[in-house]
Nanobody
Framework: QVQLVESGGGLVQPGGSLRLSCAAS????????IAWFRQAPGKEREGVSC????????YYANSVKGRFTISRDNGKSTVYLQMNSLKLEDTAVYYC???????????????????WGQGTQVTVSS
């Protein structure tokens, strides 16, 4: 059974940093993808970043490019999202998502992911 567990959310001031972790278990596909999505109150869920587990291809949403970094630790089956220079508009619940099949156009399409974590709250506030 696939499980995704996020951690690392919290309250941070504008300009601060947080690192989110997504620990995956029961998920061994070499062609898989893991992504981060977020959903702010009253808004639709949006893709933040994704990483191909097989070849390391990475994509970022324009809103986070240059501030967020996604990385993976294959030995621990964990994906991280380092978030720097956080802004008020980054406030959202952040979700980790995974799927066994990877292709480029899938990255930010939340309907293409079969597995989801429970979410972790990130609040940026002064």
């Amino acid at each position: 059974q696939v499980q995704l567990v996020e951690s690392g959310g919290g309250l941070v001031q504008p300009g601060g940093s947080l690192r989110l972790s997504c620990a995956a278990s029961g998920f061994t596909s070499d062609s898989s993808v893991i992504a981060w999505f977020r959903q702010a109150p009253g808004k639709e869920r949006e893709g933040v970043s994704c990483i191909s587990i097989s070849d390391g291809t990475i994509y970022y949403a324009n809103s986070v490019k240059g501030r967020f970094t996604i990385s993976r630790d294959n030995g621990k089956s964990t994906v991280y999202l380092q978030m720097n220079s956080l802004k008020l508009e980054d406030t959202a619940v952040y979700y980790c998502a995974a799927d066994r099949i990877w292709y480029t156009s899938k990255c930010f399409n939340d309907r293409k992911y079969d597995y989801w974590g429970q979410g972790t709250q990130v609040t940026v506030s002064s």
